[in-house]
């Protein structure tokens, strides 16, 4: 099985060499480096919260161990995650050039001509500058998943409990539904006798002038 853990550290490790591979700001004005440091800030901040890197009880592969819906989400975004960071650390260290450098495949004439006034409306988009925005978008989605995970309404019920069954040999009747309704006689009778004792304590800080007016029998 897959460790979030395990995914969580490699992207670590790989925001660690983009930020060292940002090195000149006029180079790559569409990834700034403080803006990188930022959005790594926050996944230390996400993975703090959420114990990613903890092996224990309050890690978060041990939470997430019966929630495979979730658990998976969060896999699927560490692996997007990983693959942006790497891909943009290529880029930056100058092991490979970014794709709106490549050349761009052959148009025909009449293409040409139709699309010359697009491209001069449409601000030209750079890889680096597109992977920015994904990692700020990829961010805001771990954060999403931390809030639901955070929150008990998500986490898995166990249904054990609730089917234990004790039944008794010679009736053949759950003893847990009996005591239900003794406990259900024990609360009604509870309730009864604390209305009766909240309306006499209040019925005697009534004069007794408004206790001939109101009778016995309304308290």
């Keep these: 099985m897959a460790s979030i853990s395990a995914a969580a550290s490699r992207c670590l490790l790989n925001f660690s060499l983009l930020v060292a591979a940002l090195q000149d700001p006029e180079r790559w004005p569409m990834m700034p480096r403080d803006k990188v440091e930022r959005e790594y800030d926050r996944f230390k901040i996400w993975c703090g919260n959420l114990g990613v890197r903890q092996h224990d009880s309050s890690s978060l592969d041990y939470r997430l161990r019966d929630s495979a819906v979730v658990r998976t989400n969060v896999l699927k975004l560490l692996g997007k995650l990983q693959k942006i960071l790497t891909m943009s650390s290529e880029v930056a260290s100058g092991a490979r050039p970014p794709f ?18 697009e491209d001069l409306d449409d601000e030209p988009q750079t890889e680096l500058g597109l992977n920015m925005t994904s990692i700020s978008e990829i961010l805001s989605d771990l954060y999403a998943i931390s809030f639901k995970i955070r929150n008990s309404s998500s986490r898995p019920v166990h249904l054990k409990p609730l089917l234990y069954k004790e039944v008794d040999e010679e009736s053949g009747v759950d003893k847990f539904t009996t005591y239900a309704e003794f406990d259900k006689r024990y609360v009604e009778a509870s309730i009864i006798n604390l209305r009766k004792e909240v309306a006499q304590k209040y019925s005697c800080k009534i004069s007794p002038e408004a206790n001939e007016i109101l009778g016995e029998d309304a308290f």
Excluded: I, N, T, Y
């Design 100 to 117: 709106e450098s490549l050349p761009k495949p052959e148009q025909s004439e009449s293409s040409e001509e139709g699309s010359d006034e």
